[in-house]
């Protein structure tokens, strides 16, 4: 009985067949060194004959032994003719990004309020550094209302405001009142069908 595709070890490369994986499997297996490098040139002649596109000008086989030693899954002992690929180059491995293992202190505010904060708090004193706190403090509200709706205090968040600052915008809740923002109801969708006229 004829063994199924399905039930064999699955080949590297598909598009080769699984006859040049065995070869390659086989190959790999010569324990002569000498003999091993005749039978992988060999594979080499015959998979320039069968996909002659390998094959770059002036007979070069550098895709050819690329594709052997990939098929060996690397294994292959040889002095190969050229530079080859390895499995690093292959499948590298991705470069780490530069995340900032910065801590926030309050994570529904974000860390770019906390940065325009330093710089606002900074600025001398006068009409432009209040509008921008006016600012600031009514956004940090709208950004609590998004994050919990029924928790919102405006003491509360000009607190925060201070604490951000390390106390150079400190306000009173009593002589500075903030916007009120409300949750806007999301609209109902409507799931009857229309009647055809």
């Known amino acids: ?13 598909p598009e080769y067949g699984r006859h040049f994986q065995g070869f390659v499997d086989y190959c790999v297996n010569i324990p002569d060194r000498e003999e091993r490098t005749a039978c992988a040139y060999a594979i080499a002649d015959s998979m320039a004959v069968m996909f002659p ?26 002095d190969f003719p050229c530079e080859v690929i390895t499995a690093e180059k292959l499948h590298p ?12 202190r309050y994570r529904h505010y974000g860390k770019n309020i906390e940065k325009m904060i330093a ?24 950004l609590m209302v998004q994050h919990n709706p029924e928790g919102v205090n405006d003491a509360k968040i000009l607190r925060d405001l201070a604490n951000y600052s390390k106390g150079a915008i400190d306000l009173d809740p009593e002589v500075y009142p903030l916007h009120d923002f409300k949750e806007i109801p999301q609209p109902k969708q409507n799931n009857k069908k229309r009647k055809k006229k």
Do not use: C
């Open 53 to 78: 596109a390998l094959v770059g000008p002036g007979k070069d086989y550098s895709k050819i032994w690329d594709q052997i030693n990939i098929l060996s899954r690397f294994k292959l002992d040889i």
């Open 119 to 142: 710089s606002v708090a900074e600025l001398p004193d006068g009409e432009q550094k209040d509008e921008l706190v006016s600012m600031l403090a009514n956004h940090m509200k709208k």
């Open 93 to 104: 491995k991705p470069e780490r990004l530069p995340y900032t293992a910065s801590a926030m």
């Open 1 to 13: 009985m004829l063994p199924y595709n399905t039930d064999m070890e699955p080949t590297l490369l």
